[in-house]
């Protein structure tokens, strides 16, 4: 909604008033809590208020007649605002849009109490009011959006050599290493959201049979013209018979991976899948600024990516992708929206060797951003979910419906 303002009162010795608003939701006992606040406007007894976007449950707990009292202020330096005054208003109220019914008398009850002539300390007029109802992450998932997960795997040379114990890819008969730890973890939570179960697994900066040549983009499969692997199972097989057919080697890319799911993404922008990119690595990064180019041309698309940091290694370059603190940008391009989740993966060993608890504390934490993720690209683009289809009912039962 958006709000301005007539006539305030003149509250600054020198110039005018420097107004702002705040609002408040009642409460059920009587009493009030603050909402929201305006931006100050200088110098004004007029101003224009920028509009503002608040939930209708912090306006007024979703009950549309319960009181909205706003109080508006004179801001001045020192932070002892001057009072203006006051006036009520309700969601209802609110509903019925610019009209004559929205257009508010600001009241300074002190004033009116001291001075007969007293009428008011201007008017306060609602100039634009519109509701929309916020879609959730798993409306989208009962519309039918697939998620389609990817997972991408290091085999560079500092994992160190798969046949000795002190490698990130060593393969001990009796535990997992953290590759498949961090691959199990995130993927069996993810596959539930892909109807075929079926994940393109992806491995980079190894040497490959029968030439060695470095490629990073090969299928753990070694099948080029369908790299799909049947469930998490499946890709932890390929994964370990790969680790007996390449060579790790280098240099760590990532831009070539996040370009290849990016395509697949960029041939389905009608909201009805989504991309996951699993990423584990075991750290520094040699190809930043393509990567970097990547993720801002990913951020237009339907795909999030998720970074697992394996090992001791300084993981600073995945920190600076994560976008949290400064969002990622390419040739002075910013990304457009966040899609970038990094997480080490050391910091989620249990010390009591409690695997089970430490992969679910990771899956729940490198997951937390992909349905907000999600959300913000269905909005850029506006697409509302499909309607849900209606619940299952198993062949031969009728649904008895209660008259």
Same mark, same amino acid.
């Given at each position: 909604m958006q709000f301005c303002a007539n006539k305030l009162d003149k509250k600054d010795f020198f110039g005018k008033s420097d107004p702002f608003m705040v609002f408040y939701r009642s409460n059920e006992d009587g009493t009030f809590t603050i909402c929201h606040k305006t931006e100050v $406007?200088?110098?004004?007894?007029?101003?224009?208020? !920028? #509009?503002?976007?608040?939930?209708?449950?912090?306006?007024?707990?979703?009950?549309?007649?319960?009181? &909205?009292?706003?109080?508006?202020?004179?801001?001045?330096?020192?932070? +002892?605002?001057?009072?203006? *005054?006051?006036?009520?208003?309700?969601?209802?109220?609110? @509903?019925?849009?610019?009209s004559q019914f929205n257009v508010y008398e600001v009241v300074n009850i002190k004033k009116k109490m001291k001075k007969k002539k007293y009428v008011n300390s201007g008017t306060v007029?609602?100039? +634009?009011? +519109? $509701?929309? #109802?916020?879609?959730?992450?798993?409306?989208?998932?009962?519309?039918?959006? !697939?998620?389609n997960f990817t997972v991408a795997i290091d085999f560079t040379a500092s994992n160190g050599n798969p046949s000795q114990s002190t490698s990130l890819h060593y393969m001990n008969p009796y535990q997992m290493n953290a590759y498949a730890m961090?691959?199990?973890?995130? *993927?069996?939570?993810?596959?539930?959201?892909?109807?075929?179960k079926m994940f393109p697994a992806l491995g980079f900066g190894a040497k490959l049979p029968p030439d060695g040549r470095v490629s990073h983009e090969f299928p753990l499969n070694g099948n080029m013209e369908n790299p799909y692997c049947n469930g998490i199972e499946g890709i932890l097989e390929a994964y370990h018979q790969s680790l007996k057919t390449v060579q790790l080697y280098g240099p760590?890319?990532? @831009?070539? =991976?996040?370009?290849?799911? @990016?395509?697949?993404?960029? @041939? $389905?922008?009608?909201?009805? !899948?989504?991309?996951?990119?699993?990423?584990?690595?075991?750290?520094? &990064?040699?190809?930043?600024? !393509?990567?970097?180019?990547? =993720?801002?041309? /990913?951020?237009?698309?339907?795909?999030?990516i998720i970074i697992v940091g394996v090992g001791q290694a300084e993981f600073d370059a995945m920190v600076e992708l994560d976008g949290d603190d400064i969002r990622i940008s390419s040739r002075g391009k910013l990304a457009e929206r966040d899609i970038v989740q990094f997480v080490p993966f050391r910091d989620y060993m249990d010390?009591? /060797?409690?695997?089970?608890? #430490?992969?679910?504390?990771?899956?729940k934490d490198v997951l937390a951003e992909i349905p907000d993720q999600f959300i913000s690209y269905m909005k850029s683009r506006g697409i509302k979910p499909n309607p849900s289809p209606p619940p299952y009912t198993p062949p031969g039962h009728t649904q008895h419906t209660q008259i």
């Open positions: $406007v200088k110098n004004t007894l007029n101003p224009v208020w !920028q #509009s503002f976007t608040i939930p209708v449950r912090a306006l007024c707990n979703g009950d549309f007649d319960r009181t &909205i009292k706003v109080e508006v202020y004179d801001w001045d330096r020192d932070g +002892s605002h001057d009072f203006i *005054g006051e006036f009520t208003t309700s969601y209802r109220e609110l @509903a019925r849009g610019q007029t609602l100039l +634009s009011f +519109s $509701v929309e #109802s916020e879609c959730t992450f798993l409306d989208y998932i009962k519309g039918g959006t !697939q998620i961090a691959l199990k973890a995130v *993927g069996e939570i993810i596959q539930d959201y892909d109807s075929d760590t890319n990532f @831009a070539p =991976i996040v370009n290849h799911v @990016a395509r697949y993404a960029a @041939a $389905v922008q009608d909201g009805s !899948q989504y991309f996951v990119l699993l990423i584990i690595t075991d750290g520094v &990064i040699s190809d930043m600024a !393509q990567t970097k180019e990547a =993720i801002v041309n /990913g951020a237009k698309l339907p795909m999030s010390r009591t /060797g409690n695997h089970v608890l #430490s992969m679910a504390r990771l899956a």
